[in-house]
T-cell receptor
Framework: NAGVTQTPKFQVLKTGQSMTLQCAQDMNHNSMYWYRQDPGMGLRLIYYSASEGTTDKGEVPNGYNVSRLNKREFSLRLESAAPSQTSVYFC?????????????FGNGTRLTVT | AQSVTQLDSQVPVFEEAPVELRCNYSSSVSVYLFWYVQYPNQGLQLLLKYLSGSTLVKGINGFEAEFNKSQTSFHLRKPSVHISDTAEYFCAVSDPGSGSARQLTFGSGTQLTVLP
């Protein structure tokens, strides 16, 4: 089973460039999430989609946009990349968006902005 | 808002020794608690969770954790570690009253390194 698949695995951008990080899950989960992971800071929620057709801001949404394309896919877009967005980005999904639902994570996208 | 403190950023331990990774959270009201493990170059995987009931929770790979409401702690333990347990471990807490996983708060992580 693939679970949660993220592409690309690695990306290097110059300041000001744009890109879209792709995420797809094959577990028929309703809720999907984008997190960023920075050293010593744990994971911080960027955006969240409780169900198809809905999205909501998390803790650190500035500089990002998201699209819940369908139930399987949830993409994250950087319109104008900045060095502060250098990070590891994780997509996750859960059966439902309740506070007791465990998250299933992809393997991450390592992004460097120069 | 909830906060989670993982007291040790790095824990080195010899193979077959016991280990405890410490986690404290801020809230004194009801909470859901989770431990996730991240192996190198992978995403996080659920190790165990406490939702209600018995305060001793058993997870995968021989790990267990004890919920202590008076101490607001949820420490992770394993009686005998293996080299393959080398990974980063994250404690996380959510608020049952919020009804939403967006309120999940992660600690900063503890790197467990098992030495031969």
């Amino acid at each position: 089973n693939a679970g949660v698949t993220q592409t690309p695995k690695f990306q290097v951008l110059k300041t000001g460039q744009s890109m879209t990080l792709q995420c797809a899950q094959d577990m028929n989960h309703n809720s999907m999430y984008w997190y960023r992971q920075d050293p010593g800071m744990g994971l911080r929620l960027i955006y969240y989609s409780a169900s198809e057709g809905t999205t909501d801001k998390g803790e650190v949404p500035n500089g990002y946009n998201v699209s819940r394309l369908n139930k399987r896919e949830f993409s994250l877009r950087l319109e104008s990349a900045a060095p502060s967005q250098t990070s590891v980005y994780f997509c996750a999904s859960s059966v439902q968006g309740s506070s007791n639902s465990p998250l299933h994570f992809g393997n991450g996208t390592r992004l460097t902005v120069t | 808002a909830q906060s989670v403190t993982q007291l040790d950023s790095q824990v080195p331990v010899f193979e077959e020794a016991p280990v405890e990774l410490r986690c404290n959270y801020s809230s004194s009201v009801s909470v859901y608690l989770f431990w996730y493990v991240q192996y190198p170059n992978q995403g996080l995987q659920l190790l165990l969770k406490y939702l209600s009931g018995s305060t001793l929770v058993k997870g995968i790979n021989g790990f267990e954790a004890e919920f202590n409401k008076s101490q607001t702690s949820f420490h992770l333990r394993k009686p005998s570690v293996h080299i393959s347990d080398t990974a980063e471990y994250f404690c996380a807490v959510s608020d049952p009253g919020s009804g939403s996983a967006r309120q999940l708060t992660f600690g900063s992580g503890t790197q467990l390194t098992v030495l031969p």
